[in-house]
C-alpha cells in the first residue's frame, strides 16, 4: 500500500489539493483535520477543563468516530449520525486547533488516522502526517503559501459559502489563521514541521492544477 502525505498550514490549500490529487492516482483521500474537528465538535456539547486528564480521557474513551470515504468524498459519522456539516465552522477551525495540543487527544486521533490509511493507498493531509503518523510514507509533501494568500483564498471561499460567513473580514481572518499558526506550530507535541523527506511546494504562484500535477509528476517519476 502506497502513502503520501501532504502537511502545512492552515489555508493552504491541502484539502483541494489532496482530494485532486487522489483522484488523479485512483487512491482514497484523508482530511486527518476532521478527527480533530469532531473531537472538537463532541467538546463542545459539554466542555470541561481540559487540563483535567483523567476527564478528558473518560470523554475521549467514550467517543465513537467513523470515517466514511464514499465516492472519494470523506464523511464523519459520530455514534451513527452524520456530522459531516458541522465540522467546517471558524468555532471548530479555532477549537479543533486549540484540542489538538492535548497528549490524549493526539493519541485517540493518531491511532484512528493510522487505523483508516493503513490498508489502502491513500493521499493523507494534516499537519503530522509525514512527521509522525506515517514517517515510512512514500512521498511527502509540505503545502505552503504566505499568510496574505492564505487568507485571501479563505475569505474567497467564505464569500463563496454565503450566509454570515461573507460577513468575516480579512483582517478577522487574518488574524484566526496567524493565531492557528501559532498553535499548531508551537505546540509540545507533534507540532507542524516540513518533515524529513519532505518536497516543499509554496503555492503563492501556483494555480492548483499547477501543484496537482507537480505532486502527480514526482510521485509517477519517483
Ligand atoms: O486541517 P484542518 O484545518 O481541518 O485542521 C484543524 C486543526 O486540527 C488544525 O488547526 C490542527 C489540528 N490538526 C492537527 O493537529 N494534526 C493534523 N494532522 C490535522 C489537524
Not at 485571501?152 to 464569500?159: A, F, I, V
Amino acid at each position: 500500500m502506497t502513502s503520501i502525505t501532504i502537511d502545512g498550514p492552515a489555508g493552504a490549500g491541502k484539502t483541494t489539493v489532496a482530494k485532486a490529487l487522489s483522484e488523479k492516482l485512483g487512491y482514497i483521500y484523508f482530511n486527518t483535520g476532521a478527527v480533530y474537528r469532531s473531537i472538537a465538535y463532541c467538546y463542545l456539547v459539554n466542555p470541561f477543563d481540559l487540563t483535567k486528564t483523567i476527564k478528558l480521557k473518560k470523554f475521549l474513551s467514550q467517543i465513537n468516530l467513523k470515517i466514511i470515504n464514499k465516492n472519494n468524498v470523506q464523511f464523519i459519522w459520530l455514534d451513527n449520525i452524520d456530522i459531516t456539516q458541522k465540522l467546517s465552522t471558524p468555532e471548530m477551525d479555532y477549537w479543533s486547533s486549540k484540542i489538538s495540543q492535548y497528549k490524549e487527544v493526539r493519541e485517540f486521533a493518531v491511532s484512528l488516522q493510522r487505523n483508516f490509511a493503513y490498508h489502502q493507498n491513500i493521499v493523507i493531509e494534516g499537519r503530522d502526517i509525514g512527521s509522525n503518523v506515517l514517517p515510512n510514507a512514500k512521498f511527502k509533501f509540505y503545502l505552503t503559501a504566505s499568510v496574505d494568500v492564505r487568507a485571501k483564498r479563505r475569505r474567497k471561499q467564505y464569500l463563496e459559502q454565503g450566509g454570515e460567513y461573507a460577513l468575516i473580514s480579512y483582517e478577522k481572518i487574518l488574524q484566526d489563521i496567524i493565531e492557528r499558526d501559532k498553535t499548531d506550530t508551537e505546540r509540545a507535541i507533534s507540532p507542524l514541521i516540513v518533515p524529513k523527506g519532505a518536497i516543499i511546494i509554496n503555492s503563492d504562484r501556483l494555480t492548483i492544477l499547477e501543484v496537482v500535477n507537480n505532486m502527480f509528476n514526482i510521485c509517477k517519476g519517483g
